[in-house]
């Protein structure tokens, strides 16, 4: 099994729905992100969580939310789908601490969203 | 704020041939840095990684990287590329704040196309 889980891995919905994607983790991380890609754009950062009570914006926030519902869970959530938030959505996992100093991500599969 | 460019959207080289990927990257600090390779439908996985010591790091597949710290620069390289090379690079820089944050920036990617 995979250590980063994204469930659903395609999503085709329409303009207006409430859409979550999920993502779990058995790693044993504290930190987590939600990244978006784009052709041409690379991937950028959603929201970041570092544990289960701390939660940041990245540089795209806007129109998404999230919830980390426990330290191996963050969910993304689009409230109003909208078609430019079609795109391919990665969550990763970091073991960066305090102690550490690996720095690197450890990305799921990705969930495709088509919004029409 | 940490920045990546990847100058390069679209490579092409000949099965057999040299590969030099050029990633640029600007930060005031020491920075983490690393080269993620997407393969079509694929996830992210992680090539090499530098944080610390030896400038030129050794990753999986054939693949290595030098970091210059002068030129601001952690360029990849292959010495033969094979066909299953084909796939999207990334580079990425890791960057801590004094308050325990970290963030990945990616740059937007190199496309690497082989011909047989």
């Known amino acids: 099994d995979a250590d980063v889980t994204q469930t659903p891995r395609n999503r085709i919905t329409k303009t207006g729905k409430r859409i979550m994607l999920e993502c779990s983790q058995t790693k044993g991380h504290d930190r987590m992100y939600w990244y978006r890609q784009d052709p041409g754009l690379g991937l950028r950062l959603i929201y970041y969580s570092f544990d289960v009570k701390d939660i940041n914006k990245g540089e795209i926030s806007d129109g998404y939310s999230v919830s980390r519902q426990a330290q191996a869970k963050f969910s993304l959530s689009l409230e109003s789908a909208i078609p430019n938030q079609t795109a391919l959505y990665f969550c990763?996992?970091?073991?960066?601490?305090?102690?550490?100093?690996?720095?690197?991500?450890?990305f799921g599969e990705g969930s495709r969203l088509t919004v029409l | 704020a940490q920045s990546v460019t990847q100058p390069d959207i679209h490579i092409t080289v000949s099965e057999g041939a040299s590969l030099e990927l050029r990633c640029n990257y600007s930060?005031?600090?020491?920075?983490?840095l690393f080269w993620y390779v997407q393969s079509p439908g694929q996830g992210l996985q992680l090539l090499l990684k530098y944080f610390s010591g030896d400038t030129l790091v050794q990753g999986i597949k054939g693949f290595e990287a030098e970091f210059k710290r002068s030129q601001s620069s952690f360029n990849l390289r292959k010495p033969s590329v094979h066909w299953s090379d084909a796939a999207e690079y990334f580079c990425a820089v890791g960057a801590r704040s004094g308050a325990g944050s970290y963030q990945l920036t990616f740059g937007k990617g190199t496309k690497l196309s082989v011909i047989p």
């Open positions: 990763a996992t970091s073991d960066l601490g305090v102690n550490t100093n690996t720095g690197e991500l450890f």
């Open positions: 930060y005031g600090a020491t920075p983490y």
